[in-house]
């Protein structure tokens, strides 16, 4: 009969864990992990594997720059800012909502003119130390007042300058006979097809309806317009006005008719006639911003 052999199971070779110190007791040694999980995946046949790193790859930093701090101006209160000058203005944007709580879309930046282009950093912006930027913003209960509809007295009150609207403003007997007085010796120099940010003094040289001087005056830290003439000054809260209509002059295309809504229909429009064209885009601008396909 033959002798059968013995099948011995693979065995993990164990290392010594216990050492005899010279002329003390046994000393636990060290154990080799790394060899001992190479023994292991060896006698599980996978002599080739390798066995990956569990720790997390390192996460990718930004580069946010130098830090630049500058102040806020909105609703006649001063914010600090601090942020890193690579730092977009839609970040910065962000980072205002959760201060003013006034929703990103609702904001209109004021820095050198309006503020347009999110993906500009507040470098490209050259903001600098203790630099002033303005906010100019409409609230969703402005802007659900401003839409209400009209009671049917107001409708009709607006009724009979409906039909006026279909011809130009040059053509309409109101406007002519302002027109016709000639523009003011005093009227500032306008640039026919140039769009110039608004200027740091007031706009002058301009008349209303009835002939009188008019300057508009432009307070964005307070969100408001004045509007001053020789008899007095008007404040007007810019979140109050309803629309902005501009129409150049035909004969002097340098210049624009500009009319300001002031109340819920066209008669409370307020002409300001001779106004420089470079200017209309940014008046409309800081009165309406991104908000002039709501009215």
């Known amino acids: 009969m033959s002798e059968e052999s013995e099948v011995k199971p693979d065995v993990i070779p164990t290392p010594d864990v216990t050492a005899t110190g010279k002329d003390g007791p046994p000393v636990v040694a060290a154990i080799d992990t790394a060899k001992l999980t190479s023994e292991l995946i060896k006698s599980l046949g996978g002599g080739d594997m390798q066995v990956e790193d569990s720790a997390p790859p390192p996460t990718e930093t930004i580069d946010e720059g130098p830090e630049v701090k500058f102040k806020l101006v909105y609703n006649k209160q001063n914010y600090e800012i601090v942020m890193g000058e690579n730092r977009t203005v839609r970040e910065l944007k962000d980072h205002i909502e959760t201060l003013t709580k006034l929703p990103r879309p609702m904001q209109k930046l004021m820095f ?12 490209d912006l050259k903001l600098a130390k203790n630099s002033k930027m303005m906010l100019v913003g409409t609230t969703m209960s402005d802007i659900v007042a401003v839409n209400t509809k009209p009671s049917t007295s107001e409708i009709n009150a607006g009724t009979s300058s409906a039909a006026t609207k279909r011809e130009p403003l040059c053509k309409q007997k109101m406007h002519i006979k302002v027109l016709e007085k000639g523009k003011p010796e005093d009227a500032m120099q306008g640039i026919k097809g140039a769009k110039h940010s608004l200027p740091n003094t007031p706009i002058g040289g ?6 009188g001087k008019v300057r508009l005056t432009f307070k964005l830290a307070e969100d408001s317009l004045w509007i001053g003439t020789k008899a007095r000054t008007e404040k007007v809260n810019m979140s109050s006005i309803r629309t902005v209509v501009s129409e150049v002059i035909e004969d002097n295309p340098e210049y624009h008719i500009l009319g300001i809504q002031l109340g819920p229909t066209e008669l409370s429009m307020y002409w300001i006639y001779w106004v420089p064209a470079q200017y209309v885009d940014a008046v409309k601008d800081a009165i309406l911003g991104k908000w002039q396909p709501f009215f």
């Not at 301009?206 to 002939?211: D, E, L």
């Open 206 to 211: 301009m008349v209303n309806k009835t002939g």
């Open 112 to 123: 050198k003119g309006l503020v347009k282009d999110e993906t500009k950093t507040l470098k």
